[in-house]
């Protein structure tokens, strides 16, 4: 071995050892430079090949380069490692308490109310029905009249009713909707709408009466109405609102705008009909009136009785959310307590 | 409609039909029970015992100590009632009883004599007090009841009552018999109603008496009878009881069988003291003006010439089906009585009952409808009870005028209607036999179905009333479910209702609350914060039931702003609230208002919490305005959205905006007033209501697709200062119309008061991107449309660049 070679191998050797002590990035920069800058000795060997032997050169040559890419190797080694360390580093001091509370963007809550309105409207959409609203603000002909109950009818008492004229009155129910929409229809089926709305009643507020409340009717007329298909369209509904388990039973009712006229109670969805508080102990809960579209009706708005068959039927989204939720007060769905609201959020 | 279940035996066979199934069966078929009470529930060891002697308590001047005969024993009993006697069978709560309200008797000592057991009044019994005889003493029984005995059947404390909720459709259960047709229909089992026999004499009625009737056909039958001989004295034991049943108090034997009759048959009866009634002619006619009467309750009372009243031909005796006559009265002392058995019409008699404020039993009877054709019947019937039980001698007929009976309505259909409607396949034979159970007459023939209908069942007159007899008593819970059939028709909600649910998920989104207020408010609060002020009054109900819901509002903002008050009176004091409901606009000329349809919000505290971060940050009047640019922004019309300074009542007059849309104010944003936050001790609150209905109903632009940009935007900043009083809108104008069509959008992100700009200037800083989709824009384009927006803010806003 001859001096030049020694030489480089001392280098080498040099070099390793400084690498592997640098401690930052600056200082292995420097050591490049020093090793394998254009100023550095292994340049400098290679610059001075000329005057070597033609035997040496090759064999030096092949040296030098192999010296230099090693070096250059441990210092690229080395970076890497020296950069992770330092990432290593900043990420330590980055480091956030991630147990601290997030920024969250306060949202608002849907009206229980509301949310049991949509499902009802959503469930009817899906079966066929349209949604239709009206006036508040009613004429006594439809409000009672188109509805079979004619002026003198002992149904109508106007002690229930906030008049504010002999013919103009706050709706007390949204039935008015059925003899709006069949007149709209020009004695042509078929009609299936449902329609929620507030009504107006001449109550004291307690408990469990308020002068406002809603009301969803439904209607549906056409040239093949069966009180068999009422039957049906509730067992739906009865299943959709109140869980799949629930039976329906009608029992005969009264209303001058239907006949038959049917109730119809569910299943109790807290004690499954063995009677409970809920219940009353008969394992039945009252939830609708409902009924065949009385013939009057269907003349009145322009719709022959001999051709066309209807059902109707009326809820009261309240009820249905007090007996859901077990909500004691009517009252607190006109409070608007937020800390009555937002029980109901994902209602 | 209190029904014993023992009275009902009567008439059905109840053998194997508990008082509970007979419940469930009655409501599943149409008469709902509301209620099924036991009276005698919980007493024990209650016996019918004698009372042998009966002598004063030596050391109590009101005590008696009785020896009582109780059968197999006979034991000393200490008693107070006034009404004790030697002799008197009396029921008797031995020792080890349990009477009324779980109360336990034992032996017991009263001033040092021994008592074993209690002799009971009927209250002490569990009996209302209210109706039962002899309030202030035990009862007594009146006739041969076994010594000995359990006392409780002899006081149907052994019955069980239904209580029938009795609706217009089944006002023929108003009455036993009634009740009785629909069980056995219910049933299916016979019903036997007896015959009445009157008792006659042979002394004709007409001969002493005359009825005249001249009321049109408000009147369709009158009938009396006369009869003689009566001693009034108290009713027997168990029409007592009866009626005590029935919530009605036994007063004597007169009175009783009218009110008993009145129950049985549904036909109410009156009876006038015939000495007293002042003459042997009858005359029922309209009430004269100014025609008076003093009734029964021994009030004077005015009749309207629309009643009907019973006169002696001179003065009125009675208001037909409502209430009898002060003088004509039954008392005591009556020996000769006059029956009445009439029919009225319904009408007339519901407008009597409610201008004079008496709604009786027999008024309400008459206003839902009595059997046509039982008015003779129960005419007979009260005959036949008063000879027995009040040694009444019968005159011969029944003095009246009208025809006593009517013929049946019948109804003609084709049978299969019922099945058609009910959804069921009935074979004809079971609907004919479900009507005959019914009592109606069926007969089939081919197609058609003939039925004739009972006069008892005036709530039947056309074929569907029949789809629902055969349906009921059938049986809806044996109907099939069905779904509709027929053609599909479009179902799905209308683009408004779409609109209506995304606005409200919006406002939730933004922080706020879906509040349902009331639409009747106060006086007050209707017309307050109002979009558009008219000089119009708002809508009021006729009769409210309170002041606080007495008039339609006109705005929501009031209602919203007694909700945040509620919530400031419990310590909450972050809320945001929105309501989307109807206000109602008064109209000239019209007492129906118009309806539309506002969104509304309030909103005070803070926006976000005060946290870790630091301190909260409360809402202001921009927080609410960006709830509302979010609003529009979604619904694609901020270009179309203006914002101008406005001045409204009870509104901040530095931080209020009317908010136009195509020019027209369609609502506001605002701060309250420092003196309303003052007056209703609120923090400082933002409000905003706007008519949401153009907002909605307008149409929707389309969606166009212009696929993603091919060329980069400019931006460029510009920092102009103007005069503090120009609204920054007018700046944003200014440049949006120089800008055209190269500007592409423009965002104010600085506006700086006071240090190097003048007292009476701002510097607002606004960075615009100018943009062309075709290609790259270069500087001196760009250069030329910044000039020019310049240029124009210069002139037409005095704006200076700043420098
Ligand atoms: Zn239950």
Known sequence: MNVLQEKLMELRRKAFENVESAEDLKNLQDLRVRFLGKKG????????????????????????????????????????????????????NEK???????????????????????????????????????????????????????????????????YITDEILMRTHTSPMQARTLEAHKGKGPVKIICPGKVYRRDTDDATHSHQFMQIEGLCVDKHIRLSDLKGVLTVFAKHIFGEDREIRLRPSFFPFTEPSVEMDISCFRCGGHGCAVCKGTGWIEILGAGMVHPNVLRMSGFDPSVYTGFAFGMGPERIAMLKYGIEDIRHFYTDDIRFLNQFRRA | MLVSYKWLKDFVDLDGVTPEALADRITNSGIEVEHLTYPGEGLKNIVVGKILTCEPHPESDHLHLCQVDLGSETVQIVCGAPNVAAGQKVPVATNGARIAGH??????????????????????????????????????????????????PYLNLDDAILDLDILVSSAHCMNMIGVAYEVGAVLNRPVHIPVPDPHETDEAAADAISVAVD???????????????????????????????????????????????????????????????????VLVRFAGENETIETLDKQQRKLEPTDVVITNGKKAEAVAGVMGGESSEVTADTHTVLLESAIFDPMTIRKAALHLQMRTSASSRYEKGVDRNRVAAASDRAAELLTKYASAKVLRGIVGQGPQTVAEQTITMPWQKINRVLGAGLPPEQISGILKRLGFTAAIEGDTLHVSV?????????????????????????????????????????????????????????????????????????????????????TRVIWPMSEEHAVLRESIVPQL????????????????????????????????????????GAITGNRTERNWEGEPQPVDFFTAKGILENLFDALALSDRIDYRPAKREGLHPGQTADVFLDGKVIGYVGALHPAVLKKEELNPTFVFEIAIEPLLRGKQPEIVYSGLPRFPSTARDIAL??????????LYHVIQKNGAPLLQSVRLFDVYEGGHVAKDEKSMAFSLTYFDPERTLTDDEVNAVHDRILKACEEECGAELRG
């Open chain 2, 561 to 600: 702003i007694n909700a945040v008050g509620y919530h400031l009176n419990r310590q909450m004091t972050d809320v945001a609230f929105y309501e989307i409901g109807k206000v109602f606009l008064p109209k000239s000329g019209d007492p129906r208002p118009d309806e539309e349809e506002h969104l509304a």
């Open chain 2, 454 to 538: 009972p006069t008892r069942r005036f709530d039947v007159s056309i074929p569907e009333d029949l789809v629902e007899e055969v349906g009921r008593i059938y049986g809806y819970n044996n109907l099939p479910a069905t779904l509709p059939e027929g053609e599909a028709i479009k179902a799905s909600l209308t683009p408004y209702q779409k609109l209506m649910r995304r606005t409200e998920q919006l406002m939730e989104d933004c922080g706020l609350n879906q509040a349902f207020t009331y639409s009747l408010t106060t006086d007050e609060n209707a017309a307050a914060y109002t979009i558009h002020d008219t000089d119009r009054r708002p």
């Open chain 1, 41 to 92: 000795p292994i340049t400098e060997i290679l610059k001075g090949m000329g005057k070597l032997s033609k035997e040496e050169r090759p064999v030096i040559g092949q040296l030098a380069n192999d010296v230099r890419n090693a070096i250059g190797n441990i210092i690229d080694t080395k970076k890497a490692e020296l950069e992770q360390k330092l990432l290593e580093k900043e990420l330590e």
């Open chain 2, 215 to 281: 009321a049109g056909d408000k009147v369709p039958y009158y009938g009396a009878r006369l009869i003689k001989g009566i001693q009034v004295g108290p009713s027997p034991r168990w029409m007592q009881l009866r009626l005590i049943a029935a919530g009605i108090r036994p007063i004597s034997n007169v009175v009783d069988i009218s009110n008993y009759v009145m129950l049985e048959y549904g036909q109410p009866l009156h009876t006038f003291d015939f000495d007293a009634f002042g003459s042997n002619h």
């Open chain 2, 103 to 152: 109360v336990s008797i034992k032996r017991t000592k009263f001033r040092g004599e021994e008592s074993n057991g209690m002799i009971c009044a009927l209250s002490e019994l569990g009996v209302d007090k209210a109706l039962a005889p002899y309030e202030d003493g035990i009862y007594v029984f009146d006739d041969e009841v076994p010594v000995g005995a359990d006392a409780l």
């Open chain 2, 721 to 730: 200062v103007v005069k503090r009083t120009v609204p920054a809108a007018d």
């Open chain 1, 96 to 162: 956030i308490d991630v147990t601290l509370p997030g920024r969250k963007i306060r949202t608002g809550s849907h009206h229980l109310l509301a949310s049991v309105i949509r499902e009802v409207e959503d469930l009817f959409i899906g079966l066929g029905f349209s949604v239709a609203e009206g006036p508040e603000v009613e004429e006594d002909y439809y409000n009672f009249e188109a509805l079979n109950l004619p002026k003198d009818h002992p149904a109508r008492d106007m002690q229930d009713s906030f």
